[in-house]
């Protein structure tokens, strides 16, 4: 079982980068593909990015690819999301979300584990 927590969220201006942090909790982190999804305001929640248990490989929403970037840090049990060139449309809720299967085959999982989330607020 693995306890997730995000922070680095905060109200930013469009253009401006923000880097997001997901700590794990637990010996087995690096056993688990990692992703983070966003719920924004009357919308359902959606895949933004992922990456492998090594880092080796990484995946994105077509909405975010070029301006975000996941990795992950397994000695710090810790994934990151760097967010560049930030519009008010990633305004959302950010979740990091743990799956526990070897081999990653698409965003939909599945998604044993969740943090609580952290908010990103992108003004014009």
């Known amino acids: 079982q693995v306890q997730l927590v995000e922070s680095g969220g905060g109200l930013v201006q469009a253009g401006v980068s923000l880097r997001l942090s997901c700590a794990a909790s637990?010996?087995?982190?690096?056993?688990?593909?990692m992703g983070w999804f966003r719920q924004a305001p009357g919308k359902e929640r959606e895949f933004v990015a992922a990456?492998?248990?090594?880092?080796?490989?990484?995946y994105y929403a077509d909405s975010v690819k070029g301006r975000f970037t996941i990795s992950r840090d397994n000695a710090k049990n810790t994934v990151y999301l760097q967010m560049n060139s930030l519009k008010p449309d990633d305004t959302a809720i950010y979740y990091c979300?743990?799956?526990?299967?070897?081999?990653?085959?698409?965003?939909?999982?599945?998604?044993?584990?969740w943090g609580q989330g952290t908010q990103v607020t992108v003004s014009s």
């Open positions: 979300a743990a799956n526990p299967t070897t081999f990653y085959k698409n965003y939909m999982g599945p998604w044993d584990y």
């Open positions: 637990g010996r087995t982190f690096s056993s688990y593909i």
């Open positions: 990456i492998t248990r090594t880092g080796a490989n990484t």
